[in-house]
């Protein structure tokens, strides 16, 4: 069992930066890829950005490649969703996820493990 608890989610101007972190608890963190997804209101979640067990692979949606940054740090059990140059349509509630993937990294139900999402919303 693995459990994820997200930080870092705020309210900021169009153009800011936010960085979300997801610290794991429970089994070897090291051994799990690790997913960022996002929900808007009203729409289905979302697939944002994926890391590998080892930090060597990273995958993107195309709408925020080149603004957001994937990376965790496995001695410290945690991965981190930098995000800059934020647009209103980033607006949602981000949510790190963990399971063991190696392929369909934009599905979500190759995951195993949930936070509980932490609200992230740009103004215009």
């Known amino acids: 069992q693995v459990q994820l608890v997200e930080s870092g989610g705020g309210l900021v101007q169009a153009g800011g930066s936010l960085r979300l972190a997801c610290a794991a608890f429970?089994?070897?963190?090291?051994?799990?890829?690790m997913g960022w997804f996002r929900q808007a209101p009203g729409k289905e979640r979302e697939f944002v950005a994926y890391i590998s067990w080892s930090g060597g692979i990273t995958y993107y949606q195309d709408s925020v490649k080149g603004r957001f940054t994937i990376s965790r740090d496995n001695a410290k059990n945690t991965v981190f969703l930098q995000m800059n140059s934020l647009k209103p349509e980033d607006t949602a509630v981000y949510y790190c996820?963990?399971?063991?993937?190696?392929?369909?990294?934009?599905?979500?139900?190759?995951?195993?493990?949930w936070g509980q999402g932490t609200q992230v919303t740009v103004s215009s």
């Open positions: 996820a963990a399971g063991q993937v190696y392929s369909g990294y934009q599905f979500a139900r190759q995951y195993d493990y």
């Open positions: 429970g089994r070897t963190f090291s051994s799990y890829a």
